[in-house]
């Protein structure tokens, strides 16, 4: 069988933060709202977006909750134009993301930004050239 991706989980440290922080601030729909897990429709053709407290994930795959730095993961998010770029990145920031770089012109011929959410998970910005 083909591997598939129905779900990312994100291991957070406030978990009414981030919730806020993806449904208010970025517009996701919560589908599932529980005291430790929260599910989140990211829309059509997208995996869903699960947050659940990180000692929980931690101690559910048997993994020491510690961690810093760059995890060797990022998310992008591909939009049609620079417009919509630098639309998505000031909703982040407005939601509270921190800006990781800012949007600008990429040397591949594109024009992207990253930023960060609550718990340092980077979300890149993007369009093609």
């Not at 729909?29 to 990180?54: H, I, M, T, W």
């Not at 998310?75 to 982040?92: C, K, L, R």
Request: aromatic share 10%; hydrophobic share 45%.
């Amino acid at each position: 069988m083909p591997l598939q991706m129905s779900a990312v989980m994100l291991g957070v440290g406030d978990l009414a933060r981030s919730k806020k922080f993806y449904a208010e601030g970025l517009g996701c729909s919560v589908d599932k709202d529980f005291p430790n897990f929260v599910s989140l429709s990211l829309g059509d053709g997208s995996p869903d977006l699960a947050l659940y407290e990180r000692e929980a994930a931690a101690k559910d795959a048997g993994v020491p909750a510690e961690g810093s730095g760059f995890t060797g993961i990022s998310f992008h998010y591909i939009v049609g134009s620079h417009e919509a770029v630098d639309e998505a990145m000031n909703s982040a920031i407005a939601a509270g993301a921190g800006v990781v770089r800012a949007a600008a012109a990429a040397q591949w011929g594109g024009y992207s930004g990253y930023f960060s959410d609550p718990d340092g998970y980077l979300w890149k910005v993007t369009s093609p050239a």
